[in-house]
Nanobody, 118 residues
């Protein structure tokens, strides 16, 4: 089993930046490096969506709504994946989660709240 713990969220003004982190631990944590990882988000009243993916080798893919503003990275030695978010917009407000891609239902953590507001 794997536990994923997200951190780094908060309240930021439009145009600001935040860096989210996700730490993987547990009995399967040492296989973290083998899988695609992603950042997902869920805004109030909306479905959860995948916004950024990173492959074991560092290849990345982004949803159109965040492309050019968000950057995903990973440190396989530390079992962490990060999301640098720049030029934040009110529509980026959501709870952000990390998980494998495709998602594993049992791996969802509590997420971290990001609120973009003036």
């Amino acid at each position: 089993q794997v536990q994923l713990v997200e951190s780094g969220g908060g309240l930021v003004q439009p145009g600001g930046s935040l860096r989210l982190s996700c730490a993987a631990s547990g009995s399967s944590g040492n296989t973290f490096r083998l899988y695609n990882m992603g950042w997902y988000r869920q805004a109030p009243g909306k479905q959860r969506e995948l916004v950024a993916t990173i492959t074991p080798g560092g290849g990345t893919n982004y949803a159109g709504s965040v492309k050019g503003r968000f950057t995903v990275s990973r440190d396989n030695a530390k079992n962490t994946v990060s999301l640098q978010m720049n030029s934040l917009k009110p529509e980026d407000t959501a709870v952000y989660y990390c998980n494998r891609v495709p998602q594993i239902l049992d791996y969802w953590g509590q997420g971290t709240q990001v609120t973009v507001s003036s």
